[in-house]
């Protein structure tokens, strides 16, 4: 599949989900690309490579993650009223378990 599809599929899952139909279209696909960009990094594949189909749901999750994280940009945590909340630093353990077999050695 070509990143484009890729892409497409990607935003065609988020649109479905209904916390996420309020979102612009555009801070959308800058998040899919952020996506893009967060994969690439972590298995060490080459910017011009073409995404495999089986890693859009990986790319959905951390698009996922970026969209809530919005507004929450450098804190790690936060207290209220007697209670607290903690943000994700990194890329979960489920999402890097499915991102691990195609993971490259540099």
């Known amino acids: 599949m070509t990143n484009k599809e890729?892409?497409?599929?990607?935003?065609a899952k988020l649109k479905v989900r209904p916390d996420m139909q309020y979102i612009n279209d555009d801070y959308?696909?800058?998040?899919i690309q952020d996506a893009f960009n967060d994969v690439y990094a972590y298995i060490n594949a080459k910017s011009d490579d073409d995404m495999k189909g089986c890693l859009i749901t990986?790319?959905?999750?951390?698009?996922?993650?970026?969209?809530?994280?919005?507004?929450?940009?450098?804190?790690?945590?936060?207290?209220?009223?007697g209670t607290s909340e903690s943000y994700i630093t990194s890329i979960?353990?489920?999402?890097?378990?499915?991102?691990?077999?195609?993971?490259?050695?540099?």
């Open 6 to 11: 890729v892409a497409e599929k990607v935003l």
């Open 58 to 81: 990986p790319i959905c999750d951390i698009c996922v993650i970026r969209i809530n994280l919005t507004g929450n940009e450098g804190l790690t945590s936060s207290g209220k009223a």
């Open 28 to 31: 959308m696909n800058a998040t």
């Open 92 to 106: 979960p353990k489920p999402i890097r378990r499915k991102l691990q077999k195609y993971r490259r050695l540099p």
